[in-house]
């Protein structure tokens, strides 16, 4: 059983167009993520939803717009694609409620995107 | 701000080998430090979790130590295989930014037959 999903695994597209990225998780989970993975590996938090609702929203274009249409789900809509954009961008869950599970984070396997 | 070095950034050893990993972190207010594994074209493997009361955590061959003090945790290594071989990255909750995770720049270790 998959815990954390992405579609698609890959994504090649032009500057400009605009592009989706689906996550979800069956671990029901309250808090979901999106990192984004840089050509040197480092892994920096783009955006986190708790119970729908946008908790955290680094230093990121306005360009990219999460959304949340419901717990298990967090998708990411970029508009106008630039060169900059091409990485690997992962999504990520964890249990954030007082007294559950320790907040261990789960990830998915990425969605690696081309931006030609 | 908080900011998370690893050390060595790449590693190279003979089968066989116990090694360890280096995290050191800037700022000891922390709610977790957590291990990831991470093969290449893949996603993220949690390893091991520490939260910040605890010192240490074990799973099979590995051992994640935490000295929140110091801003410095060890991933140990017992027996490596070749099947070890992947990039290492550590990861700190810290306590007053919410749910983030700041991310290390990882430790690629090879693991030679």
């Known amino acids: 059983d998959t815990a954390v999903s992405q579609t698609p695994k890959y994504l090649v597209t032009q500057m400009g167009n605009d592009k989706s990225i689906k996550c979800e998780q069956n671990?029901?989970?309250?808090?979901m993520y999106w990192y984004k993975q840089d050509s040197k590996k480092f892994l920096k938090i783009m955006f986190s939803?708790?119970?729908?609702?946008?908790?955290i929203n680094e230093t990121v274009p306005n360009r990219f717009s999460p959304k949340s249409p419901d717990k298990a789900h967090l998708n990411l809509h970029i508009n106008s694609l630039e060169l900059g954009d091409s990485a690997v961008y992962f999504c990520a869950s964890s249990q954030d409620r007082r007294g559950r599970a320790p907040y261990e984070q789960y990830f998915g396997p990425g969605t690696r995107l081309t931006v030609t | 701000k908080q900011e998370v070095t690893q050390i060595p950034a790449a590693l190279s050893v003979p089968e066989g080998e116990n090694l360890v990993l280096n995290c050191s972190f800037t700022?000891?207010?922390?709610?977790?430090l957590q291990w990831f594994r991470q093969d290449p074209g893949k996603g993220l493997t949690s390893l091991l979790l520490i939260q910040s009361s605890q010192r240490e955590q074990t799973s099979g061959r590995l051992n994640a130590s935490l000295d929140k003090s110091s801003g410095r945790s060890t991933l140990y290594i017992a027996a490596s295989q070749p099947g070890d071989s992947a990039t290492y990255l550590c990861a700190v909750r810290p306590l007053t930014s919410g749910s983030r995770l700041t991310f290390g720049e990882g430790t690629q270790l090879t693991v030679n037959p």
């Open positions: 939803y708790n119970n729908k609702e946008l908790i």
């Open positions: 671990l029901g989970h309250d808090t």
């Open positions: 700022d000891s207010a922390i709610y977790n």
